[in-house]
T-cell receptor, first 112, second 114 residues
Protein backbone atom coordinates (compact mmCIF):
# COMPACT_ATOMS: atom_id res chain seq x y z
CA UNK A 1 0.00 0.00 0.00
CA UNK A 2 1.41 3.37 -1.01
CA UNK A 3 1.75 5.86 1.83
CA UNK A 4 0.91 9.54 1.88
CA UNK A 5 2.91 11.23 -0.83
CA UNK A 6 3.85 14.88 -0.97
CA UNK A 7 5.44 16.95 -3.70
CA UNK A 8 7.72 18.63 -4.18
CA UNK A 9 10.19 17.50 -1.53
CA UNK A 10 11.88 20.88 -1.47
CA UNK A 11 10.69 24.25 -2.70
CA UNK A 12 12.57 27.54 -2.75
CA UNK A 13 10.61 30.71 -3.33
CA UNK A 14 11.21 34.42 -3.12
CA UNK A 15 9.37 36.61 -0.66
CA UNK A 16 6.06 37.76 -2.13
CA UNK A 17 5.70 34.78 -4.46
CA UNK A 18 3.13 32.01 -4.23
CA UNK A 19 3.81 28.39 -3.35
CA UNK A 20 1.71 25.35 -4.17
CA UNK A 21 2.22 22.12 -2.26
CA UNK A 22 0.55 18.84 -3.16
CA UNK A 23 -0.53 15.79 -1.20
CA UNK A 24 -1.93 12.41 -2.19
CA UNK A 25 -3.54 10.49 0.69
CA UNK A 26 -3.49 6.77 1.24
CA UNK A 27 -6.03 5.06 -0.99
CA UNK A 28 -9.40 5.03 0.75
CA UNK A 29 -8.58 7.89 3.12
CA UNK A 30 -11.01 10.74 2.65
CA UNK A 31 -9.56 13.21 5.15
CA UNK A 32 -6.44 15.26 4.53
CA UNK A 33 -4.77 17.49 7.09
CA UNK A 34 -2.05 20.09 6.66
CA UNK A 35 0.43 21.03 9.37
CA UNK A 36 3.31 23.49 9.51
CA UNK A 37 6.47 22.50 11.37
CA UNK A 38 8.84 25.41 11.75
CA UNK A 39 12.43 24.60 12.62
CA UNK A 40 12.68 23.39 16.20
CA UNK A 41 9.00 23.83 16.84
CA UNK A 42 5.97 21.58 17.05
CA UNK A 43 3.34 20.95 14.47
CA UNK A 44 0.82 23.73 13.95
CA UNK A 45 -2.57 22.77 12.52
CA UNK A 46 -3.32 24.52 9.25
CA UNK A 47 -6.28 22.93 7.47
CA UNK A 48 -8.50 19.86 7.40
CA UNK A 49 -10.32 18.70 4.29
CA UNK A 50 -12.83 15.89 4.08
CA UNK A 51 -14.95 14.85 1.12
CA UNK A 52 -13.85 17.89 -0.82
CA UNK A 53 -14.79 20.45 1.79
CA UNK A 54 -12.76 22.50 4.25
CA UNK A 55 -13.85 21.26 7.68
CA UNK A 56 -11.64 23.32 9.95
CA UNK A 57 -8.68 25.67 9.82
CA UNK A 58 -6.07 26.68 12.32
CA UNK A 59 -4.95 30.12 13.40
CA UNK A 60 -3.26 31.11 10.15
CA UNK A 61 -3.92 34.12 7.90
CA UNK A 62 -6.16 33.78 4.82
CA UNK A 63 -3.15 33.71 2.50
CA UNK A 64 -2.88 30.07 3.54
CA UNK A 65 -5.55 28.23 1.59
CA UNK A 66 -6.12 24.97 -0.13
CA UNK A 67 -8.53 22.58 -1.69
CA UNK A 68 -9.33 18.91 -1.99
CA UNK A 69 -10.03 17.27 -5.31
CA UNK A 70 -12.59 14.54 -6.12
CA UNK A 71 -9.83 11.90 -5.84
CA UNK A 72 -9.14 13.21 -2.28
CA UNK A 73 -5.73 14.62 -3.15
CA UNK A 74 -5.12 18.09 -1.85
CA UNK A 75 -3.25 21.31 -2.55
CA UNK A 76 -1.98 23.85 -0.08
CA UNK A 77 -1.44 27.34 -1.46
CA UNK A 78 0.52 30.02 0.31
CA UNK A 79 0.25 33.48 -1.20
CA UNK A 80 2.42 36.54 -0.61
CA UNK A 81 5.16 34.43 0.94
CA UNK A 82 6.98 35.79 3.97
CA UNK A 83 10.34 34.72 5.35
CA UNK A 84 8.69 33.18 8.41
CA UNK A 85 6.70 30.83 6.18
CA UNK A 86 9.90 28.83 5.80
CA UNK A 87 9.08 25.47 7.37
CA UNK A 88 8.37 21.81 6.78
CA UNK A 89 4.79 21.36 5.64
CA UNK A 90 3.36 17.99 6.53
CA UNK A 91 0.28 16.42 5.07
CA UNK A 92 -1.54 13.58 6.80
CA UNK A 93 -4.51 11.45 5.93
CA UNK A 94 -6.92 9.26 7.84
CA UNK A 95 -9.95 7.10 7.40
CA UNK A 96 -13.33 8.50 8.36
CA UNK A 97 -13.61 6.39 11.51
CA UNK A 98 -9.91 6.13 12.37
CA UNK A 99 -8.40 8.94 14.35
CA UNK A 100 -4.78 8.08 13.79
CA UNK A 101 -2.95 10.01 11.14
CA UNK A 102 -0.49 8.75 8.58
CA UNK A 103 1.91 11.54 7.73
CA UNK A 104 3.70 12.18 4.48
CA UNK A 105 7.40 13.00 4.36
CA UNK A 106 6.71 16.68 3.97
CA UNK A 107 7.64 19.57 1.70
CA UNK A 108 10.40 21.81 2.96
CA UNK A 109 9.58 25.34 1.87
CA UNK A 110 12.32 27.91 2.00
CA UNK A 111 11.50 31.56 1.43
CA UNK A 112 14.43 33.80 0.59
CA UNK B 1 -8.56 27.59 21.22
CA UNK B 2 -6.84 24.49 22.51
CA UNK B 3 -3.30 24.91 23.83
CA UNK B 4 -1.00 21.97 24.61
CA UNK B 5 2.12 22.39 26.74
CA UNK B 6 4.75 19.66 26.78
CA UNK B 7 7.63 19.07 29.21
CA UNK B 8 10.51 18.55 29.24
CA UNK B 9 11.82 19.85 25.94
CA UNK B 10 14.83 17.54 26.17
CA UNK B 11 15.32 14.37 28.14
CA UNK B 12 18.43 12.23 28.43
CA UNK B 13 18.29 8.80 30.07
CA UNK B 14 20.53 5.79 30.34
CA UNK B 15 19.59 2.68 28.42
CA UNK B 16 17.25 0.57 30.51
CA UNK B 17 15.90 3.49 32.52
CA UNK B 18 12.36 4.82 32.26
CA UNK B 19 11.35 8.05 30.55
CA UNK B 20 8.30 10.17 31.29
CA UNK B 21 6.98 13.01 29.17
CA UNK B 22 4.13 15.18 30.41
CA UNK B 23 1.55 17.30 28.60
CA UNK B 24 -1.23 19.58 29.73
CA UNK B 25 -4.14 20.82 27.65
CA UNK B 26 -6.44 23.75 28.09
CA UNK B 27 -9.82 22.79 26.62
CA UNK B 28 -11.81 20.32 28.69
CA UNK B 29 -13.79 19.40 25.56
CA UNK B 30 -10.74 17.66 24.05
CA UNK B 31 -11.36 13.93 24.08
CA UNK B 32 -8.58 12.26 22.11
CA UNK B 33 -4.87 12.30 22.96
CA UNK B 34 -2.34 10.67 20.62
CA UNK B 35 1.43 10.52 20.86
CA UNK B 36 3.70 10.66 17.84
CA UNK B 37 7.36 9.74 17.47
CA UNK B 38 9.52 11.54 14.93
CA UNK B 39 12.95 10.15 14.20
CA UNK B 40 15.55 12.42 12.67
CA UNK B 41 14.62 13.26 9.10
CA UNK B 42 11.53 11.09 9.15
CA UNK B 43 7.81 11.67 9.32
CA UNK B 44 5.92 11.57 12.66
CA UNK B 45 4.40 8.21 13.42
CA UNK B 46 1.58 7.38 15.80
CA UNK B 47 2.83 5.23 18.66
CA UNK B 48 -0.09 5.20 21.09
CA UNK B 49 -3.31 7.09 21.75
CA UNK B 50 -5.93 7.36 24.44
CA UNK B 51 -9.51 8.54 24.51
CA UNK B 52 -11.09 10.52 27.29
CA UNK B 53 -13.14 7.62 28.61
CA UNK B 54 -9.98 5.69 29.51
CA UNK B 55 -7.47 6.49 32.25
CA UNK B 56 -4.54 4.37 31.11
CA UNK B 57 -3.43 2.38 28.09
CA UNK B 58 -0.39 0.16 27.62
CA UNK B 59 1.37 -1.27 24.61
CA UNK B 60 4.44 -3.31 25.53
CA UNK B 61 7.02 -0.82 26.88
CA UNK B 62 4.87 2.22 26.25
CA UNK B 63 2.00 3.49 28.39
CA UNK B 64 -0.09 6.62 28.44
CA UNK B 65 -2.06 7.96 31.39
CA UNK B 66 -4.78 10.60 31.34
CA UNK B 67 -6.10 12.74 34.18
CA UNK B 68 -9.15 14.54 32.84
CA UNK B 69 -9.76 16.50 36.01
CA UNK B 70 -6.27 17.97 35.97
CA UNK B 71 -6.22 18.09 32.15
CA UNK B 72 -2.90 16.39 31.80
CA UNK B 73 -1.60 13.23 30.18
CA UNK B 74 1.75 11.50 30.20
CA UNK B 75 3.81 9.10 28.12
CA UNK B 76 5.81 6.46 29.97
CA UNK B 77 8.53 4.45 28.26
CA UNK B 78 10.09 1.64 30.29
CA UNK B 79 13.35 -0.21 29.65
CA UNK B 80 14.47 2.43 27.17
CA UNK B 81 16.61 1.42 24.21
CA UNK B 82 18.82 3.51 21.90
CA UNK B 83 16.22 3.17 19.13
CA UNK B 84 13.77 5.04 21.35
CA UNK B 85 15.85 8.18 20.71
CA UNK B 86 13.61 10.60 18.80
CA UNK B 87 11.37 13.62 19.22
CA UNK B 88 8.04 12.78 20.83
CA UNK B 89 4.96 14.93 20.31
CA UNK B 90 1.79 14.82 22.35
CA UNK B 91 -1.45 16.11 20.87
CA UNK B 92 -5.01 16.86 21.85
CA UNK B 93 -8.03 16.87 19.62
CA UNK B 94 -9.56 20.19 18.73
CA UNK B 95 -13.14 20.41 20.01
CA UNK B 96 -15.93 20.26 17.47
CA UNK B 97 -13.81 18.37 14.99
CA UNK B 98 -14.86 14.86 16.00
CA UNK B 99 -11.32 14.12 17.27
CA UNK B 100 -9.98 14.73 13.80
CA UNK B 101 -7.94 17.93 13.94
CA UNK B 102 -5.15 18.04 16.52
CA UNK B 103 -3.13 20.58 18.46
CA UNK B 104 0.41 19.34 19.08
CA UNK B 105 2.81 20.07 21.89
CA UNK B 106 6.22 21.52 21.10
CA UNK B 107 7.95 18.16 21.35
CA UNK B 108 10.43 16.38 23.63
CA UNK B 109 13.78 15.29 22.32
CA UNK B 110 14.58 11.99 24.02
CA UNK B 111 18.16 10.78 23.97
CA UNK B 112 18.85 7.27 25.25
CA UNK B 113 22.50 6.83 26.15
CA UNK B 114 23.84 3.31 25.54
Amino acid sequence: EAGVTQSPTHLIKTRGQQATLRCSPISGHTSVYWYQQALGLGLQFLLWYDEGEERNRGNFPPRFSGRQFPNYSSELNVNALELEDSALYLCASSLLNNYGYTFGSGTRLTVV
Amino acid sequence: GENVEQHPSTLSVQEGDSAVIKCTYSDSASNYFPWYKQELGKRPQLIIDIRSNVGEKKDQRIAVTLNKTAKHFSLHITETQPEDSAVYFCAASLPDTGRRALTFGSGTRLQVQP
